[in-house]
């Protein structure tokens, strides 16, 4: 079982940018498939990045050109680099980590541990 701690959420302007943090408990550095989802009220968690052990990531179409996962397996720390935000982008995001093969890596089901969630919220 591996504990997350997500932070850096907050509320910005629509254009603006956000740097989210997942602090992990364990060495991310043995841990497979990590992920950012994010989910509003009244909807399924949506996958916007995801990153494998080696650093290949993928990217929810929503998402893509915007958002940058990364992974620092140094300080076991998961990070999303958000810009060029849109009100469309308001959500709880929450991470998660481990379980997940690769082709499941964008789908919440696939995934065994997740933190409480950080909320982002972007105004026009």
């Known amino acids: 079982q591996v504990q997350l701690v997500e932070s850096g959420g907050g509320s910005v302007q629509a254009g603006g940018s956000l740097r989210l943090s997942c602090a992990a408990s364990?060495?991310?550095?043995?841990?497979?498939?990590m992920a950012w989802f994010r989910q509003t009220a009244g909807k399924e968690p949506e996958g916007v990045a995801a990153?494998?052990?080696?650093?290949?990531?993928a990217y929810g179409d929503s998402v893509k050109g915007r958002f940058t996962v990364s992974r620092d397996n140094g300080k076991n720390t998961l990070h999303l680099q958000m810009n060029s935000l849109s009100v469309e982008d308001t959500a709880m995001y929450y991470c998660?980590?481990?379980?997940?093969?690769?082709?499941?890596?964008?789908?919440?089901?696939?995934?065994?541990?997740w933190g409480q969630g950080t909320q982002v919220t972007v105004s026009s």
């Open positions: 990153i494998g052990r080696g650093g290949t990531t």
């Open positions: 998660a980590a481990d379980g997940a093969k690769w082709w499941s890596a964008l789908r919440a089901d696939a995934y065994n541990n």
């Open positions: 364990a060495s991310t550095g043995s841990i497979g498939c």
